[in-house]
C-alpha cells in the first residue's frame, strides 16, 4: 500500500529566508503526487502537482517542488517566504487499485511558523 | 462561481447517534470524495462517489455511508457514533475519477462527539 511520510512535525523560517519541507513516499509504481496547503478554519487547497514529465514542478503562490525517484521524495520550496505562508502543509499521493484511482492518501503534515 | 460548501460548519452529537453531514460540489464537478481529518493528522480517504454510486473506499467501517445525489451533491453518513470519530470531515469535488483531476476541497465540518 501506498505512504506518505512528511519527517518534520513543525518548522520555523525566518520572513523572508528560504523554505524546504520534505516529502517521502512509497508506492510501486509512479506516484501522481501533490502539495496542499490548510490555514486555519480553511479547507485544502493544491499549490501543485506531479504526474510525469519534468522533475521540477512549479506551483501557486511561488512554491516549486522536485521529483527524486532515487530518493522517493518531492521536497516543496520557496526561495522567500511571507508572513501569510504560515499554514499546515501537506503532500499526498493518489494510487490505483483494481477499481481505478483510489482517493488521496496524505502525510501527517508540516506546520509552518513564521518568524518576524 | 462557489466553490465546494458543506453543512453544518460544526456539530456536537453524543456516542451512540447518527450524523448526516452535506456537501455541494463546485459547478461543473461530478466526483465527490469524503476524508476525514482527526486532530494533528492529515486527512484520511473514506470513499468516493461518482454517477451516483459508491466506486472506491478507505479503511472505514460500514457506519460510515454515503449517498450521491443526481445534481452531484452527496451525503455522509455515520451511525453508531464512537468518541474516535470526532473530527474535522472534509468533501472535495473533481471532474472525472482518473486520479490525476484537481480535488477542490471544502472547508470541512467539525464533528464533536461527546
Known amino acids: 500500500a501506498q505512504s506518505v511520510t512528511q519527517p518534520d512535525i513543525h518548522i520555523t523560517v525566518s520572513e523572508g529566508a528560504s523554505l524546504e519541507l520534505r516529502c517521502n513516499y512509497s508506492y510501486g509504481a509512479t506516484p501522481y503526487l501533490f502539495w496542499y496547503v490548510q490555514s486555519p478554519g480553511q479547507g485544502l487547497q493544491l499549490l501543485l502537482k506531479y504526474f510525469s514529465g519534468d522533475t521540477l514542478v512549479q506551483g501557486i503562490k511561488g512554491f516549486e517542488a522536485e521529483f527524486k525517484r532515487s530518493q522517493s521524495s518531492f521536497n516543496l520550496r520557496k526561495p522567500s517566504v511571507h508572513w501569510s505562508d504560515a499554514a499546515e502543509y501537506f503532500c499526498?499521493?493518489?494510487?490505483?487499485?483494481?477499481?481505478?484511482?483510489?482517493?488521496?492518501?496524505f502525510g501527517k503534515g508540516t506546520h509552518l511558523i513564521i518568524q518576524p | 462561481d462557489a466553490g465546494v460548501t458543506q453543512s453544518p460548519t460544526h456539530l456536537i452529537k453524543t456516542r451512540g447517534q447518527q450524523v448526516t453531514l452535506r456537501c455541494s460540489p463546485k459547478s461543473g464537478h461530478d466526483t465527490v470524495s469524503w476524508y476525514q481529518q482527526a486532530l494533528g493528522q492529515g486527512p484520511q480517504f473514506i470513499f468516493q462517489y461518482y454517477e451516483e454510486e459508491e466506486r472506491q473506499r478507505g479503511n472505514f467501517p460500514d457506519r460510515f455511508s454515503g449517498h450521491q445525489f443526481p445534481n452531484y451533491s452527496s451525503e455522509l453518513n455515520v451511525n453508531a457514533l464512537l468518541l474516535g470519530d470526532s473530527a474535522l470531515y472534509l468533501c472535495?469535488?473533481?471532474?472525472?475519477?482518473?486520479?490525476?483531476?484537481?480535488?477542490?476541497f471544502g472547508p470541512g465540518t467539525r464533528l464533536l462527539v461527546l
Open positions: 472535495a469535488s473533481s471532474y472525472g475519477t482518473g486520479g490525476l483531476e484537481t480535488q477542490y
Open positions: 499526498a499521493v493518489v494510487a490505483y487499485s483494481g477499481g481505478g484511482a483510489d482517493g488521496l492518501t
